[in-house]
T-cell receptor, first 112, second 112 residues
Framework: EDQVTQSPEALRLQEGESSSLNCSYTVSGLRGLFWYRQDPGKGPEFLFTLYSAGEEKEKERLKATLTKKESFLHITAPKPEDSATYLC?????????????FGTGTLLAVQP | KAGVTQTPRYLIKTRGQQVTLSCSPISGHRSVSWYQQTPGQGLQFLFEYFSETQRNKGNFPGRFSGRQFSNSRSEMNVSTLELGDSALYLC???????????FGPGTRLLVL
């Protein structure tokens, strides 16, 4: 069965303290891995899409990387406004389906 | 370009009632997917529509149904509401379904 696991469940950082979030996956035929950010009471906001092992994407203080078994979201010198839940999702298998399988997320709190 | 819109944003219903939620995708997007988000289960796939056809369905009871109109707008319906249906219902759209999906703000449903 396709599965996505995120760790840690929660992470508290001081402003400027860099860290990484992990997303490990077990799927049949990865077609894409997606990172989203979700603020309380809002819908997920798209961050990155990764398609193949070795791929990296960057946006401001965030950098996403992908291997054959996991993805990392690196946060460099975070600010309080980076506090949110970060969700990882995969699209897998054949066919035309666009179904996303989500992990349970990492709740990030950045303290000033 | 306007994002995904969902109406209503909040709903309170009682057990046994039915509810209809609406989703308008980003202009030009033809694929719409629905997800249920709860604290215990996270984000779970309900179903997806492409060109007015249901392309995939998640593991939810038949009380959950949906449809898509010729203008790509989509509705989902939940009949005979149960307390456990209380959740944030999210709609996501993409051009054809096999690339990045963009989420709306969600409809918060509370069943009393």
């Amino acid at each position: 069965e396709d599965q996505v696991t995120q760790s840690p469940e929660a992470l508290r950082l001081q402003e400027g303290e860099s860290s990484s979030l992990n997303c490990s996956y077990t799927v049949s035929g990865l077609r894409g891995l997606f990172w989203y950010r979700q603020d309380p009471g809002k819908g997920p906001e798209f961050l990155f899409t990764l398609y193949s092992a070795g791929e990296e994407k960057e946006k401001e203080r965030l950098k996403a990387t992908l291997t054959k078994k996991e993805s990392f979201l690196h946060i460099t010198a975070p600010k309080p406004e980076d506090s949110a839940t970060y969700l990882c999702a995969v699209q897998a298998g054949g066919g035309a389906t666009n179904k996303l399988i989500f992990g349970t997320g990492t709740l990030l709190a950045v303290q000033p | 370009k306007a994002g995904v819109t969902q109406t209503p944003r909040y709903l309170i219903k009682t057990r046994g009632q039915q509810v209809t939620l609406s989703c308008s995708p980003i202009s030009g997007h033809r694929s719409v997917s629905w997800y249920q988000q709860t604290p215990g289960q996270g984000l779970q796939f309900l179903f997806e529509y492409f060109s007015e056809t249901q392309r995939n369905k998640g593991n939810f009871p038949g009380r959950f149904s949906g449809r898509q109109f010729s203008n790509s707008r989509s509705e989902m319906n939940v009949s005979t509401l149960e307390l456990g249906d209380s959740a944030l219902y999210l709609c996501a759209s993409s051009f054809s379904g096999q690339e990045t999906q963009y989420f709306g703000p969600g409809t918060r449903l509370l069943v009393l």
